[in-house]
């Protein structure tokens, strides 16, 4: 393997890409709740139909929860977020200081002082990253009033993936 030609900063600039990361979220937490319920009920419905001379029960059932699943793959949607220039990230965390409480909390647990505050910066640079779907900050606002605390912590925690990743390929194994 030869080695490449040494770059100027220019051309390394231009050759930048950086990361990105995707998640799926499933939008509707009850088809999710309604499948495992009836997945316990199959179990159930599955002894009870080998001990029984009654007809079926396990094959109806079987059927909604295959149902559910059709609801649900409609239901799922994918974020994509791209890692900000690193002056734009650090320029965003300023725009959202920690508020004096969250302050005077982490000094009465005698934690490390919070770089911003969660409430705002998280949305905001949810917001900032997001490549796929594409929104405005108010329409990103709104969105993170609707959602959970589990969808809002997968979404923040991938766009920061995203921000911290460094982009590495592990050498392919040759065989010789």
Not at 90 to 108: G, I, M, N
Not at 136 to 157: I, K, R, Y
């Amino acid at each position: 393997m030869t080695n490449p030609a040494p770059r100027t900063l220019a051309e390394i600039r231009k050759a930048v890409r950086r990361p990105t990361q995707s998640v799926e979220l499933l939008l509707d937490g009850e088809l999710a709740e309604r499948i495992e319920r009836l997945e316990r009920e199959l179990e159930r419905a599955r002894r009870t139909d080998e001990l029984s001379n009654a007809p079926d029960h396990a094959p109806a059932i079987q059927a909604e929860i295959d149902g559910l699943y059709e609801q649900a793959e409609a239901a799922r949607q994918t974020f994509t977020f791209q890692a900000l220039p690193h002056r734009v990230y650090q320029r965003l965390r300023t725009e959202h200081p920690p508020t004096p409480e969250q302050l005077a909390q982490a000094r009465e647990k005698d934690g490390d002082e919070p770089a911003f505050d969660p409430d705002t910066f998280a949305p905001a640079l949810v917001a900032a990253m997001c490549t796929a779907p594409a929104g405005t900050a108010a329409e990103w606002a709104e969105l993170w009033d609707t959602l959970s605390d589990g969808h809002v912590t997968t979404l923040f925690t991938t766009a920061l993936a995203a921000q911290f990743q460094v982009p590495d390929l592990a050498p392919k194994a040759t065989t010789g």
